[in-house]
């Protein structure tokens, strides 16, 4: 059974950091591409980042280019988002998802992920 499970959230200043964790596990996720995305009430599901599973190449929404970063360290399966320089826009329900061989063209696309996690809770204030 493939589970993902996020943590790292909670409620942090505008201007701060938070760095957020999605370990896998059920399986082997070597080839697995990895994905972040944050929905906040009332709005679809949105985009954030994604990476391939060699971990060189990734995409990030125009929102968080350049304040947020998405790693992953493979032989722990293991992804991370480091967010800096938070605003609060940036306040949502942040999931982490998975598929395997992902294609970075459709990583924006929540449909295209296998797996997802239960989300955790990220909430800047002003």
């Known amino acids: 059974q493939v589970q993902l499970v996020e943590s790292g959230g909670g409620l942090v200043q505008a201007g701060g950091s938070l760095r957020l964790s999605c370990a896998a596990s059920?399986?082997?996720?070597?080839?697995?591409?990895m994905g972040w995305f944050r929905q906040a009430p009332g709005k679809e599901r949105e985009f954030v980042a994604a990476?391939?599973?060699?971990?060189?190449?990734?995409s990030y929404a125009d929102s968080v280019k350049g304040r947020f970063t998405i790693s992953r360290d493979n032989a722990k399966n293991t992804v991370y988002l480091q967010m800096n320089s938070l605003k609060s826009e940036d306040t949502a329900v942040y999931y982490c998802?998975?598929?395997?061989?992902?294609?970075?063209?459709?990583?924006?696309?929540?449909?295209?992920?296998?797996?997802w996690g239960q989300g955790t809770q990220v909430t800047v204030s002003s």
């Open positions: 998802a998975a598929d395997k061989f992902l294609r970075l063209e459709r990583s924006k696309v929540a449909a295209t992920y296998d797996y």
């Open positions: 059920g399986g082997t996720f070597t080839y697995y591409g």
């Open positions: 990476i391939r599973w060699s971990g060189p190449t990734t």
